[in-house]
Each structure stands twice: as structure tokens, then as C-alpha cells.
């Protein structure tokens, strides 16, 4: 339902315009600092992938609801990056119309309809344009994601290479850094970009292993376990083709559950499922991310997983 959203837009929309831009500094300014930087190079984290909206082309002043200053904390997140030695992911992970209609893609009301209309590719390019533009020459800079999780059958794939093809152009014009294709969602073949994106130098497809669903519905731990290292191993051997993308698992996170709320697991199980993870998507060619560093539900959180002793890197 709409009022269960619970993203950006919502967010600034709701406080309104005599609050949002106070609330939304303090956000910026207190939820990632320096010290998680320092946190991440401390415990062996190289890079980090850092979302950001299609608006952030236009701080100070971006289209309403939103509200400037998010340009301001990512240049912060660049110096901080930079000084502990962590590379820069930049991931657009809220397209113009919305890719996916979820919380995260800056939807208003839900409704899916990046790709639908020229202008919200046109839009996509730019906010690429100008992210590549402006970063080009930062040592930090270690790759561009075109989009985060484009859902299927609404983003057809036709539409999604002719705006990777875009997409690619628009970063190569500034930068020789890794450009990141995500694979669309809810598709039944994972390598459906493979012979595309090996014609681009440089490009990375990510995939997204979460461990929910139906095929997880009345699994064991260990039954989990077995999937992990039987399906995920198959798929990511399948995606490493000679000669082509690298690949990266662009999020996981160490849990298991048939909803959002089921969780059954002991610390030694998390340890454990966490480890087998770790393994598996190790050998991914670009490696892998998690989300998040920082999330209100401590699985999601590696810095609590880490500092709780349920996950080592």
C-alpha cells in the first residue's frame, strides 16, 4: 500500500518543506562519518557502494520533495573514502519515474515507470553524466552502476541495453573506471546480459543474492547452507565467462527467512551461513557488497555483525 512506503520522497514530502532540509542534514551529517571510513579500512572493506538518487543532479535545488545537501555528503564521502585508502562505488540507485516501484528507487505512489517515456532515460543519462563529470578525477573513483535492480517484465531488456549503451558512453566520455550493469530482477535467466555486456571494456554485471523467497520457504540452516553453496555457486560459475563482464554481488546479507519477520537462527548459525557466503561470493571477479554498512535491522548492518563477532572478513 503507499502508506507504507518509507523512502526518500516520503520522507521530505511528509516533513514538508519547512522541515525536510533541517532533518535531512542531520541525517547526513550524523549517520555515515569519518570514522565509519576508518571502520572499513580497519577491517579489511576495499570499497564501498555508495546509492544515490537521480536528483542529486540538481542540488542545491532538486525538484520537490527533495531537498539539497546530499551532493555536499557524498564529496564528503569521496575525501573520507580517499583518506583510508577505500574505493567509491557509485550506484544510481533511484532512476526518474522509478525502476522498480519500491522504497528505494524514490517512487512517489509505487507505480513503475522508468523506461517508459524518453525523458526518464534521457534524465538517467545526465544524472550519469554528470556524476562521472564531476568525480572523473578523484582517486577514489573505482566504478559507476548505471541503475539498481530495473524489475522485470516492467523495464523490458531492450530498453535496459539501449540505456546501458547510453549509460557506458556517457562515463567513457570522462573516465576509464568499471561501468556496472545490473541484471534485471525476477527474470529466469541471470545471464540474459552476458554476450551484451562483453562488448563493452570495462563492464561489470551485478547480481543480488539475498536468501528469501519461495525456494526458501521451510529450509533448515543447513538446508540453506547446501542452496548457497549447489545454486549460488552454479549461477555464479555460470555468469564467468572468458572474456567476459567481470562479475559483483552487488548486495547479500546474512540471513535466511521465509518472511520478513521469520528468522530462527542461533549466532553460531549466522557465523556459519555468513562464512559459507563469504566463501561463495568470494569468488565473484569484482567481489561483492553488502547491504548495508548501517541498518536499523542489525543483519542488515555489517558493522553491527562485525563488531557482535557474527562476521568476519
Known amino acids: ?123 538517467s543519462v545526465a544524472t550519469i553524466d554528470f556524476l562521472a563529470s564531476r568525480y572523473a578525477n578523484r582517486s577514489g573513483l573505482y566504478a559507476v552502476e548505471l541503475i539498481n535492480e530495473p524489475l522485470a517484465p516492467g523495464v523490458t531488456l531492450d530498453c535496459l541495453q539501449n540505456y546501458y549503451q547510453a549509460g557506458y558512453n556517457a562515463v567513457r566520455t570522462h573516465s576509464n573506471v568499471h561501468v556496472i550493469m545490473s541484471n534485471r530482477l525476477k527474470i529466469s535467466n541471470p545471464l540474459e546480459l552476458i554476450l551484451f555486456a562483453s562488448g563493452f571494456s570495462g563492464s561489470v554485471i551485478d547480481v543480488h543474492f539475498y536468501n528469501f523467497g519461495p525456494q526458501f520457504v521451510g529450509l533448515s540452516v543447513q538446508q540453506t547452507i547446501n542452496y548457497i553453496e549447489n545454486n549460488r555457486s552454479t ?47 568470494g569468488r565473484a ?15 542488515y548492518s555489517l558493522e553491527w555483525m562485525i563488531q557482535n563477532g557474527y562476521i568476519k572478513v
Open 1 to 123: 500500500m503507499v502508506d507504507q512506503l518509507q523512502g526518500e520522497f516520503q520522507v521530505t514530502n511528509g516533513y514538508g518543506t519547512a522541515n525536510a532540509s533541517s532533518v535531512m542534514k542531520e541525517h547526513w551529517n550524523s549517520f555515515i562519518v569519518e570514522d565509519d571510513f576508518k571502520f572499513l579500512s580497519e577491517n579489511g572493506l576495499t570499497a564501498v557502494r555508495i546509492p544515490v538518487g537521480w536528483w542529486i543532479r540538481f542540488d542545491e535545488n532538486p525538484p520537490h520533495p527533495f531537498v539539497g545537501g546530499s551532493l555536499k555528503a557524498l564529496d564528503n564521502a569521496f575525501s573520507w573514502a580517499e583518506k583510508y585508502n577505500v574505493k567509491v562505488i557509485l550506484d544510481l540507485h533511484a532512476a526518474p519515474g522509478s525502476q522498480n516501484g519500491w522504497d528505494h528507487s524514490g517512487t512517489r505512489d509505487g507505480l513503475q515507470s522508468w523506461g517508459q517515456t524518453d525523458d526518464t532515460i534521457v534524465q
Open 235 to 281: 549461477t555464479l560459475g555460470s555468469l564467468t565467462v572468458a572474456n567476459g563482464p567481470l562479475i559483483f554481488i552487488g548486495e547479500w546479507a546474512d540471513d535466511w527467512y521465509e518472511s520478513y519477520t521469520y528468522r530462527n537462527g542461533t549466532k553460531e548459525d549466522y557465523q556459519t551461513v555468513g562464512q559459507v557466503q563469504l566463501d561463495v561470493f
Open 285 to 299: 571477479t569484482f567481489g561483492w557488497s553488502y547491504w548495508s554498512l548501517k541498518n536499523a535491522a542489525p543483519y
